[in-house]
């Protein structure tokens, strides 16, 4: 093992409550992310349950979704939602434009998503088609989906099926509009999210909550233009229409893909990499952190009262694709997978003031995943285990760790060798998840408590045999956290992380 590490945790000092929704999915129609990983017909010979399947609904269920963001993605600035409602056999043969331009059947549409999410027992999170629809589509869509049963809107909803109207907590106005969701500058957007904002509203329950699009990785400028001209209502709306003390939107999202090659085209291997590919995909997700603070710094100027949240709305590893179809996103999960997503989710808890959500890119099937199929096969992914670890700091309160512990170095990369967050929940236990980046040394640490009467400590870690390690649809999934060793004593709790791990100590 490597020079010790030692974490102080001062659970006097709490911070933010960690929003569940940190830990929200995202789903889009690409690949086989929708049909064949979600949707498979109530025909199918796969167990389903009105075409949803059962196996994929079992997963999910388990790691506690709170919410999933659906339909697209860049699907989405092309989605016309009246395709996907009506009678299966009667709704139009589309074309998926936004991907491999595959036939999109509309066999998965508003209900078959809201069924889903009641099936998960998850929030909806829409995303309204600013870059080829309307306000008015898009307020129609509101309608339809949450008016009164005795509305026109509602008695066409019954007509299909669903008499009650659907609560749907979170509107996403546009994706990527800065690209495929309509190429705009951000006084373009700006301007196009001001008039969204006025008409989109919930009809019944709980009031929608805005979602501008945000900038891609590090563009501050986005970010500032935004905030400056979109937060808040002029300064005399009609004042019974509106409550202008609240800003006009709820959060601002944020892209930001890890990936191991230097761009875009290169994103590198996904398997068969080496220590150095690995370092890179490392150094790239522990970006995320100097993303969100300094964009959350923009924020404060306009914000001081952080009333705005940093929605991650889409975050994840993206490696090159070494299948046949590219445009289908499809990648093998490996250990470098578990990795990414335990720093991400660290460094968001971390942030818990400024991040109200984030949603991982995508959930089945589709680039970083938590569920991958193969006709009526399904596997869970290292990423999945992390969300099941990790989904003890739903709602619990973040508490700041100061952690002293040796660098990882490799070659002209150098991070800081753990990645730790941890929360205290309402009953009284307090939780850490500690990544040990280093692919080869184990990491003998030594948590000080400050603070509180602990009992007992445990721990469970994943690991796996190398650093491409990847998920098989046959034999046992080598990913599944085992226990690990860790003694309390006078307040202080000694353990060695694996290397390349993923920890979770818990404290009572
Ligand atoms: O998640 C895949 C794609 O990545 C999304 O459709 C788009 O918003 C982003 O560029």
């Not at 040796?406 to 307090?430: C, F, I, M, N, Q």
Request: charged share 20%.
């Amino acid at each position: 093992p490597g020079d010790s590490a030692v974490l102080t945790v001062d659970t006097g000092k709490p911070g933010a409550t960690i929003d569940p929704n940190i830990y929200g999915q995202f789903v889009e129609h690409l690949g086989r992310g929708v049909y064949e990983g979600i949707w498979v017909g109530p025909d199918s010979p796969i167990p389903n349950v009105r075409g949803i399947r059962s196996d994929v609904v079992a997963a999910l269920s388990q790691v506690k979704v709170p919410v999933i963001r659906w339909p697209g993605g860049c699907f989405a600035d092309g989605y016309h939602w009246r395709d996907g409602i009506g009678p299966a056999t009667q709704r139009p043969a589309g074309i998926n434009a936004a991907w491999d331009k595959s036939a999109e059947t509309n066999a998965f549409g508003t209900h078959e998503y809201m069924d889903f999410l009641d099936q998960i027992g998850s929030k909806a999170f829409v995303s309204v088609n600013v870059g080829s629809g309307s306000v008015r589509e898009a307020d129609d869509w509101m309608r339809y989906m949450t008016a009164p049963a005795d509305s026109q809107p509602g008695k066409e909803r019954a007509a299909n099926g669903h008499a009650a109207p659907w609560t749907v907590p979170f509107i996403g106005v546009g994706n990527e509009s800065w690209g495929c969701g309509g190429n705009m500058t951000a006084d373009t957007y700006a301007t196009a999210f001001r008039h969204y904002a006025a008409f989109l509203r919930a009809y019944s329950g709980e009031r929608a909550k805005l979602i501008a699009v945000g900038a891609d990785t590090d563009d501050y400028e986005w970010t500032e233009k935004v905030m400056a001209q979109a937060m808040k209502w002029r300064p005399n709306p009609t004042p019974l229409a509106y409550n202008t003390e609240r800003p006009l939107m709820w959060g601002l999202s944020l892209h930001f893909y890890s990936f191991a090659g230097n761009d875009w085209r290169n994103k590198g291997r996904n398997i068969g990499f080496g220590t150095d590919q690995w370092a890179s995909a490392l150094a790239r997700a522990h970006l995320t952190d100097e993303l969100i603070r300094r964009h959350a710094a923009i924020m404060d100027r306009y914000d001081p009262k952080k009333q705005v949240a940093i929605a991650v709305d889409e975050w994840g590893a993206w490696f090159d694709s070494e299948k046949d179809a590219p445009s289908q996103l499809y990648l093998e999960s490996t250990l470098r997978d578990a990795v990414i997503a335990g720093m991400s989710l660290n460094i968001f808890n971390n942030h818990a003031d400024r991040v109200r959500m984030a949603n991982v890119a995508q959930m089945v099937n589709v680039i970083q995943s938590l569920v991958l199929t193969q006709g009526a096969k399904m596997v869970v992914t290292p990423t999945w285990h992390v969300f099941d670890l990790y989904k003890v700091h739903q709602n619990a309160t973040m508490i700041p760790v100061d952690v002293q512990a040796p660098d990882y170095v490799e070659g002209a990369v150098r991070l800081p060798g753990l990645s730790v967050s941890a929360s205290k929940d309402a009953a009284g236990a307090l939780h850490l998840s500690i990544v040990n980046l280093d692919p080869a040394a184990a990491r003998p640490v030594r948590i000080d408590l400050k603070g509180g009467a602990w009992r007992k400590a445990s721990a469970r870690t994943l690991t796996a045999a190398t650093i491409d390690t990847r998920i098989r649809f046959e034999g046992a999934d080598p990913f599944v956290p085992g226990p690990l060793p860790a003694r309390l004593a006078q307040g202080q709790v000694a353990l060695t992380l694996p290397s390349k791990s993923v920890t979770l100590v818990t404290v009572e």
